[in-house]
């Protein structure tokens, strides 16, 4: 089955306490993104990949750190969380070929992150 | 700046109504315009858009694109509690970035 998954689904951490969001693809997917949402704001990129050792900021990437050394895993790192970062995570992938289809985004099942 | 505005904001409707959903945008080298459903959990594809003033359709959901006035409808027809999600549309620009809205809340009452 085609999917994203994403680990874990819930996290509690304390402030400055490094955690990792893992996420992998099994569509051989070019583009990897990350994602934040919260109420009022709308989803927003953190950073995105458009391949294995590519990656480029979002719109809100301060805090957060990625790597993309495999093309299927794209973690989302944060060295030192702080409380305006607890927000709903949303890892998604897709093809990057320009063509039908091509810019729809599959978007894991969530993480939902708390940081006191 | 990129933007992308939704209205209405939220709305409550009974089952079988028509409702009428809008995305405007102001995005730089606009590509496409994606439209998602989101229940509550991650959200779901429903339609691409690419072109001015082709429909496109799926059963009850149809979603047409104005290039020149930069904005999107989506139009669900004889609506049914199982619609009730919050709907999102999307911009994207080069082939990297794509930036939400805020998305419209819709709830279908039996």
């Known amino acids: 089955e085609a999917q994203v998954t994403q680990n874990p689904r819930y996290l509690i951490t304390v402030t400055g306490k490094k955690l990792t969001v893992t996420c992998s693809q099994n569509m051989n997917h070019e583009y990897m993104s990350w994602y934040r949402q919260d109420p009022g704001l709308g989803l927003r990129q953190i950073y995105y990949s458009m391949n294995v050792e590519v990656t480029d900021k979002g719109d809100v990437p301060e805090g957060y750190k990625v790597s993309r050394k495999e093309k299927r895993n794209f973690p989302l790192i944060l060295e030192s969380p702080s409380p305006n970062q607890t927000s709903l995570y949303f890892c998604?992938?897709?093809?990057?070929?320009?063509?039908?289809?091509?810019?729809?985004?599959?978007f894991g099942p969530g993480t939902r992150l708390t940081v006191t | 700046e990129d933007k992308v505005v939704q209205s209405p904001l939220s709305l409550v409707v009974h089952e079988g109504d028509t409702v009428t959903l809008n995305c405007s945008y102001e995005v730089t080298n606009f590509r496409s315009l994606l439209w998602y459903k989101q229940e509550k959990k991650a959200p779901t594809f429903l339609f691409m858009l690419t072109s001015s003033g082709i429909e496109k359709k799926s059963g009850r959901l149809s979603s047409i694109l104005d290039k020149k006035e930069l904005f999107s409808i989506l139009n669900i027809t004889a609506t049914q509690t199982g619609d009730s999600a919050v709907y999102l549309c999307?911009?994207?620009?080069?082939?990297?970035?794509?930036?939400f809205g805020t998305g419209t809340k819709l709830q279908v009452i039996p």
């Open positions: 998604a992938s897709r093809r990057s070929q320009h063509g039908q289809g091509s810019h729809e985004q599959y």
């Open positions: 999307a911009p994207s620009w080069g082939y990297q970035k794509v930036t």
